[in-house]
C-alpha cells in the first residue's frame, strides 16, 4: 500500500516536513487545522488540500502525522476516537511532539490503529530552512513501527530509540541545548553593547565564533572543545569576570555561577570551582 500522509495541525513542523516528503516522492494528501488560515497556508505551500474536516483528511490518508501544539494532542486523539467507527484500521497515527510519549495516543491504538511517534531532532525556524536541514535530521522513536521505518527508509533519515519513560528528560536535553544556546547568545550580545559594539559588528564578529564553537563541538567531546580561561586554569582572569559581572550585569550573577560551576566540574577543575562557589 502506498503511503499518503496527511497532517493535522498547519503549522510551521507540518508545513516542513509536508514539503520534504514531497522532495522524496512521498503523497501528502493535505492539512487539517482548527485554524482556517494556517491549513490554507500550508496546503498552498504545498499543493495540498486544505481539509474542512478530520474525518474527510483521515479518510484520504493512509499515515496521519499529528504536529499540533504538544497542548493540544490529547484534544485531536479524543476527536479521533469518536470517529473511529468511520475508519480503516489499516491506518497509522503519529505524533511529531518530543515531550509526549506513546500513551498520549493509547485511545486509538485500543480501537485497533497503529501508533507511532516520531520526533524530528530540529529546530524549525522557517520552512525553507527547515526542509535543507531535514535531509541531515534525525528522528527520535519509541518503537519500530513498520510504516514509521518505511518511511524514514524512503526519505534516508536515521533514527534513534527513545525509551517512553525518559521522554521528558529527551526533551529537556533537547531544549537546554536548542532554547538556550540561543538565550546564551542573548545574553553575550548584550555584553558586547555595553563594551560599545554596535549590534551590526556583534553579529558580525560573534558569527565566525559561534561557528568554531560548534566545530570544535562536533570534533571533539565537550571537555577537549572547550576553550578559554576554565580550562587554562588561569584564576586572574575569572576572578576578574567575576568582578566586571558583580558591577556591570548583577542580574546575571546567578546564571553565572551555575555556569561557571558546572564547567570547572566538566573539566576537573576544583579549585576554578571554588571561585565560582563563593559568589
Not at 553593547?193 to 563541538?217: D, F, M, R
Amino acid at each position: 500500500m502506498d503511503t499518503k500522509v496527511g497532517f493535522i495541525g498547519g503549522g510551521k513542523v507540518g508545513t516542513a516536513l509536508g514539503l520534504y516528503f514531497q522532495q522524496k516522492g512521498i503523497v501528502v494528501t493535505g492539512y487539517y487545522s482548527r485554524t482556517e488560515k494556517n491549513r490554507l497556508n500550508s496546503a498552498q505551500k504545498t499543493a495540498t488540500t486544505p481539509f474542512n474536516n478530520l474525518k474527510s483528511l483521515i479518510k484520504e490518508s493512509n499515515f496521519i502525522w499529528i504536529t499540533t501544539t504538544d497542548d493540544e494532542i490529547q484534544n485531536v486523539v479524543q476527536e479521533i476516537a469518536k470517529l473511529s467507527y468511520l475508519f480503516e484500521k489499516e491506518k497509522t497515527f503519529v505524533h511529531a511532539s518530543g515531550v509526549h510519549n506513546l500513551s498520549v495516543l493509547s485511545n486509538l491504538e485500543k480501537k485497533g490503529f497503529s501508533t507511532a511517534t516520531a520526533h524530528p531532532l530540529l529546530a524549525f525556524n522557517d520552512e525553507k530552512s527547515a526542509v535543507q536541514l531535514l535531509e541531515k535530521t534525525y528522528f527520535g522513536i519509541e518503537k519500530e513501527e513498520k510504516r514509521v521505518l518505511e518511511l524514514l527508509n524512503k526519505t534516508g533519515n536515521p533514527y534513534f530509540l527513545i525509551s517512553s519513560e525518559k521522554k521528558q528528560l529527551y526533551h529537556l536535553a533537547s531544549t537546554v541545548l536548542s532554547n538556550y544556546l540561543v538565550t546564551l547568545s542573548h545574553i553575550s550580545k548584550n555584553i558586547y553593547q555595553k563594551a560599545g559594539l554596535n549590534k551590526k559588528e556583534i553579529n558580525q564578529i560573534t558569527t565566525p565564533l559561534i561557528k568554531s564553537v560548534l566545530q570544535n563541538l562536533e570534533e571533539k567531546e565537550e571537555k577537549e572543545a572547550l576553550t578559554g580561561a576554565i580550562q587554562r586554569n588561569d584564576r586572574e582572569t575569572v576572578l576578574q569576570h567575576i568582578k566586571t559581572i558583580k558591577k556591570e550585569f548583577p542580574n546575571y550573577l546567578n546564571f553565572y555561577k551555575i555556569i561557571g560551576c558546572e564547567t570547572a566540574e566538566m573539566v576537573g577543575n576544583e579549585k576554578i570551582k571554588e571561585l565560582f562557589e563563593s559568589i
